[in-house]
């Protein structure tokens, strides 16, 4: 029993790397749309969208299925708790991409964001990327030291977002209200996408060891 436990337990870790993958590709996808004022690739990522909400359905029935089926108790429990977290972790990544790839189409044929920032939309594009990408790998391997690694690009994320206050704020913007607002809305969806993959982290390392690590310096 305590080896099926284990497997299922193993394979459901598998499940929610793969969605963290999925919420890259699905970011990293929105962020070319949003560039390059891709219509289709906007509207691929919004199709596609659902893999990611169906997705979240198994991984919490497989969660509620070990939970019933196993009755865990102590370092068990808290690993299947901490996985629901995870799900709702996961699938609020998915939709911030999805945000995006919606402000690109709703902007076609223009570009949502001014060649003024487009360096800062690449690069909180490629960060988000990576913390996908590590936040499945620390969800494959629940080594608490890949965990950890993601506040690095979080820390990175921050400081973007923050200095594209600066650029809004400059008295030499002249793209007009609503393109500010597109620029806030895009930078908080960014900026939440990185949160939510480091609250895996964290939530790896809660799931490894029982204790939560260190507050991040912006908590």
Known sequence: ?????LG????????????CDLAGEAMERSTHALLRADLAVAEEVITDHEQI?????????????????????????????????IVADVDRMGALALHV????????????????VHGYFAEMG???????????????????????????????MDALHQHLFTVLLDRNWHHGVPCAVDVT????????????????????VFQATGKSP??????
């Open 185 to 204: 809305l895009l930078g908080r969806y960014y900026e939440r996408f990185a949160d939510h993959a480091v609250l895996i982290g964290q939530r790896v």
């Open 126 to 156: 490629r960060l988000a990327v990576n913390l996908a990408n590590n936040a499945s790998e620390a969800l494959k391997s629940q080594n608490p030291e890949d965990a950890m690694r993601l506040r690095e690009d979080d820390d990175a």
């Open 1 to 5: 029993m305590r080896g099926v436990y």
């Open 53 to 85: 909400v169906r997705m979240s359905a198994d991984a919490e029935e497989r969660a509620f299925a070990l939970l019933a089926l196993q009755a865990p108790v102590a370092g068990d429990l808290r690993a299947i708790v901490s996985t629901f977290q």
């Open 214 to 219: 260190a507050p991040s310096r912006k908590s």
């Open 8 to 19: 299922q337990l193993s394979a459901l870790h598998e499940l929610l790397g793969q969605m």
């Open 101 to 116: 790839a919606k402000v690109a189409r709703r902007r076609h044929p223009d570009r949502a964001v001014p060649e003024d």
